[in-house]
């Protein structure tokens, strides 16, 4: 079975070091730059990839932002798969997209974030 595959932007700092902290961690997922990822086979566009993180599930669904981060949980031991869980219900869920959107729209200010990194208009 296909492990999950989360496509993060390569050009943006934040992300590229956001992505090798977490490859050390032991999640069940694969982690490919979206630049090199043919996103219409996905079904995604390029601007929904770059303004939320995106997770090819197992099954080719896909899932972004706080429920790509979820998943990416979800595919940990425990306790992490279990944050990934409360990710994906309320009240956790709402509180948990409003931060991601919050750190998408900012990640040029945070560590590692440069001007590539700025959502896109």
């Known amino acids: 079975m296909p492990r999950p595959v989360a496509l993060y ?8 070091r956001s992505i090798a902290k977490v490859r050390r961690l032991p ?3 694969d982690y490919r730059p979206l630049h ?14 770059l303004e939320l993180m995106a ?9 972004f932002g706080h429920l790509a981060w979820a998943g990416i949980l979800r595919s940990g ?11 994906q219900r ?6 948990a997209e409003r931060i991601y959107r919050w750190v998408a729209a900012n990640r ?4 590692g974030g440069t001007a590539a ?3 896109p208009e």
Request: glycine letters at 8%; one cysteine or more; proline letters at 14%.
């Open 77 to 87: 031991p425990p306790p992490l798969s279990w944050l990934g869980w409360l990710m």
């Open 108 to 111: 040029h200010r945070l560590p």
């Open 9 to 16: 932007d390569d050009e943006c700092g934040f992300c590229t």
């Open 55 to 63: 997770l090819v599930q197992a099954d080719g669904s896909v899932v």
């Open 117 to 119: 990194c700025a959502m």
């Open 27 to 29: 999640f069940n997922v």
């Open 36 to 49: 090199a990822e043919p996103l219409a086979e996905h079904g995604i566009s390029l601007d929904q990839a």
């Open 90 to 95: 309320p009240p956790v869920g709402p509180v």
